[in-house]
């Protein structure tokens, strides 16, 4: 019997949600090219379009059941799902091209699945992803800290695009959710694997890169990045001063430094900490900083300097 096709769409998540619906009403549905008669139809179309088809007396039945769950509005048939809004309301942005976040969350396991060859994964994405991150976060720390040397920057920066770090941004976003696997990821728990989660992200901001350009990317960065620039560089310093002070305290003789914050300041947007570094109830050295962490590095390196 000659197949129909009875629904087309660009999108790879919507085609599986329709021949779910089919399936749930017992109307078996595959993935062809408009050219019904083909030996060997093709998932995807010469425009990108995906073509689900089901036997010609089930036609008329699936096309019932699809339009049922639709929504009209005016002339416009709005999408069966639209499994981004959520997220893209997290991402502060609205893709004009869906199609290019859906592609920067779909997994190598899930194309791999795709017989047709029609799903592409985002591994390119990701790779692009990569740069344009490594550009925004060098530029945010040449202009925030000016006066550090390129050693210290590297650090920082490293801090701020590890794995773990974009992975603590993924699962802020939830991007886990929305991520399309294969059915071996989904078992294993892949929305939940750091390594993926990352990847994931450092494909989402490719997607925006490409869909609304650098100032997209950047903005969006620059807002998801600000506490961490701010802890990295911290953390980075921390490692330095405050061992190198326990060392030298250490070398000397005299009790391990203890530290105190001293006091607040500020609103809670901009609040600022004021710390002493103590050894044998003597205060060695205080500072300031927008961290306490930096405060303590600060105040370690103050008290070095009058130990030297």
């Known amino acids: 019997m000659t197949p129909t096709v009875v629904f087309t769409t660009s999108s790879d998540i919507e085609a599986s949600v329709v021949m779910a619906l089919l399936d749930s009403q017992g109307i078996p549905s595959f993935r062809a090219s408009g050219h019904t008669h083909s030996v060997w139809p093709m998932a995807v179309s010469s425009l990108g379009e995906i073509r689900i088809a089901v036997a010609e007396d089930l036609a008329d ?34 893709f004009r091209d869906r199609g290019l976040l859906e592609h920067a969350l779909t997994h190598k ?26 550009l925004v976060v060098a530029d945010a720390l040449f202009h925030q800290y000016p006066n550090y040397d390129e050693g210290q920057k590297s650090k920082v920066k490293a801090a701020v695009v590890s794995t773990q770090s974009l992975a603590r941004h993924a ?21 939940f ?10 494909a989402l901001i490719a997607a925006l890169y490409l869909d609304g350009g650098l100032e997209a990317a950047e903005t969006f960065l620059r807002r998801e990045l600000k506490d961490a620039l701010d802890e990295g560089s911290a953390q980075t310093f921390l490692r330095d001063h405050k061992s190198a002070l326990q060392e030298r305290l250490q070398a ?14 500020g609103p809670d947007h901009r609040k600022t900490f004021s710390v ?27 008290a070095l300097s009058k130990l030297e």
């Open 61 to 94: 039945e699936a096309r019932r059941i699809i339009e049922s769950h639709r929504q009209d509005v005016g002339a416009k048939v709005v999408r069966i799902r639209d499994e981004f809004d959520e997220l893209q309301a997290r991402i502060g942005y609205r």
């Open 109 to 134: 396991s899930r194309a791999a699945e795709d017989a047709s060859g029609g799903v592409t994964d985002n591994e390119s994405l990701e790779f692009l992803g990569d740069a344009v991150l490594g």
């Open 171 to 191: 699962e802020r976003l939830r991007l886990g959710e929305h991520l399309i696997l294969g059915r071996g990821e989904e078992k294993t728990g892949g929305r």
């Open 193 to 202: 694997k750091q390594a993926l989660l990352a990847d994931g992200y450092e």
């Open 252 to 265: 000397l003789g005299r009790s391990l430094p203890e530290y105190r914050v001293s006091g607040e300041a």
């Open 276 to 302: 002493e570094v103590i050894v044998n109830g003597e205060v060695l050295g205080t500072a300031t900083g927008r961290a306490k962490k930096e405060a303590e590095q600060e105040a370690a390196r103050v």
